[in-house]
């Protein structure tokens, strides 16, 4: 990421995608599962590259990742 995200903007983003464990990188998952929820924002911001990537934001919808599903709904 250019720019890290704060605690604040994980939460945020979180809410938007239906829950912050959506926010975690597939490749992190299984370490992110010994993390509880209310640690997982600090957790994001500490930690920038564990984020999903890309998030997409088209002002009506928030989308993480570039999956077949991602690209079906922003077609």
Known sequence: MKQPISEAEAVALGKRLGGIRELVAP???AEAEAVPDAK???WLAANP???RRPLIDTGKQLEA???ADVRERLA
Do not use: C, P, Q
């Open 27 to 29: 490749k992190r998952r």
């Open 40 to 42: 997982l924002a600090a």
């Open 49 to 51: 590259n564990y984020v």
């Open 65 to 67: 990742g570039f999956t």
